[in-house]
């Protein structure tokens, strides 16, 4: 498992603040992205993975002010999944399929054929109800915890929790377990 590329694809920046947070982006996040160079229309094709850290700090104080950084960014992961639900950015038919597979198999078969991601994921069997999701992404873990959560509660209704690891060898390690319904 390698690092991703240090830069991200403008459009996935875009797509994760302005269209899956639509309707939740207060005009005072969206000005603190502004400042960080983040806008609807005019942005270069890449962005410094640095900027994306920041505009994930910003934009989760920005809506989670009362709450620790942690908690924040675990929410906007939370939201950002809920956003793409909302807008539908996944096609109806293909997430009936993957309902079907379960979250164990369904996880284990999407990271293994995640090619334009940008972080790189593995899968592996964690127990019953439980499986280990590795990355080369240290910075923010939080953040994909709550993805990782949200995801599972979105798909398969069952709640969901994401313990996070200490990283070792250049690798972030989350036990991600969920319940039974």
Known sequence: MT???DALQSK?????F???LHGVLT???????AKLGIVRDGMPETLPRTVWYRAIDAVSASLYPSETLLERHRHLGHQVIAGMADQRIVPRSILAAVR???PRRALTFGAARVTRAPLSLSVEDGGERSVI????ELEQPDFLAGMLEAVVKA?????????IAPST???RRFQLTWDLQ
């Open 27 to 33: 005009p005072e996040a969206e000005a603190l992205l």
């Open 18 to 20: 302005f269209r899956t």
């Open 3 to 5: 690092h991703s590329q």
């Open 12 to 16: 996935l920046v875009q797509g994760v």
């Open 169 to 171: 060898a250049g690798l």
């Open 155 to 163: 798909l398969w209704g069952k709640a969901a929790h994401v313990a």
């Open 100 to 102: 079907l597979l379960g």
């Open 133 to 136: 999701v590795r990355t080369d």
